[in-house]
């Protein structure tokens, strides 16, 4: 409810209440979000995507078959979603540059979100890499790689973006910690990756990015989706 238009607290956000003789404020019910907010916001979808990102907006080129196949693939899951197949109850978006695959990705999540009511979570993989540095020799009371996977790993539905984006050792074994719980636990998972299985030649292999046994993971846990066409940003 707009704040103004609050009967009860006339728009302050407050109620005042006698508890022992005492005055105390507490918030007006009109400030606590409703659920389908909170998921909203807890999903952690950033703005930009959370603007544009839904299926109706994502038109697929007709030149590239592959993006009319990826929509309707991507909607089918989003419809089925939470009743999804044992095995390879998640899907790798594989594609170049700007083709739509965090576009998708991001839409079945709003879907599942919005519509559904049911939490889901988004990572950009270069975010959690830089925010888990960023823990590392913080003494006291900052946040553990622990305390930043954790949420992740327990996620009903999670998509990461941007899957081998970095290919260093450390950065190979964090991801592989976060595959290897989910795949443990038979969680759903979207990733989207602009690394190909069999690139052309001079090109890096996507299990090269991210590490055979992470590559091996996948396969049993996503289905692959790959997605052609030219760069929608460059349109
Ligand atoms: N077919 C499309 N119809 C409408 N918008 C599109 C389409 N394809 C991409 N876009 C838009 O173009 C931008 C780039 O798309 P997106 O971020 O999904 O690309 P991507 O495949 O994830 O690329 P990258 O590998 O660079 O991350 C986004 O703003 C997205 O909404
Ligand atoms: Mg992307
Ligand atoms: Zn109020």
């Not at 508890?19 to 930009?48: F, H, M, N």
Request: glycine share 8%.
């Amino acid at each position: 409810m707009d704040l103004k238009s609050c009967p009860e607290c006339g728009g302050t956000g407050f109620l005042v209440e006698e508890s022992g003789g005492i005055q105390v404020a507490k918030p007006c019910p009109c400030r606590i979000p409703d659920r389908a907010t909170r998921l909203v916001e807890r999903a952690s979808i950033p703005l930009r995507y959370r603007k544009t990102c839904t299926f109706g907006m994502y038109k697929p080129d007709p030149a590239f078959p592959s993006q009319e196949d990826a929509l309707t693939l991507a909607r089918r899951y989003a419809e089925e979603y939470p009743a999804l197949p044992e095995v390879a109850n998640g899907l790798l978006f594989i594609g170049p540059c700007g083709v739509g695959k965090t576009h998708l990705a991001v839409s079945i999540l709003q879907e599942v979100v919005v519509r559904k009511g049911m939490p889901a979570l988004f990572v950009d993989l270069n975010d959690l890499y830089r925010e888990i540095r960023a823990s590392y020799g913080h003494a006291g009371n900052e946040e553990t790689e622990y305390d930043i996977l954790s949420p992740l790993v327990s996620a009903d539905l999670l998509l990461i973006d941007e899957m081998g984006c970095v290919a260093s050792p450390w950065a190979q074994d964090t991801l592989h910690y976060l595959i290897s719980q989910r795949y443990t636990e038979q969680r759903p998972t979207l990733c989207t990756t602009n690394y190909l299985d069999e690139p052309v030649a001079g090109e890096t292999r996507l299990e090269d990015r991210i590490g055979t046994r992470t590559r091996s993971r996948l396969m049993e846990m996503c289905q692959t989706v790959h997605i052609d066409g030219k760069d929608y940003r460059r349109r």
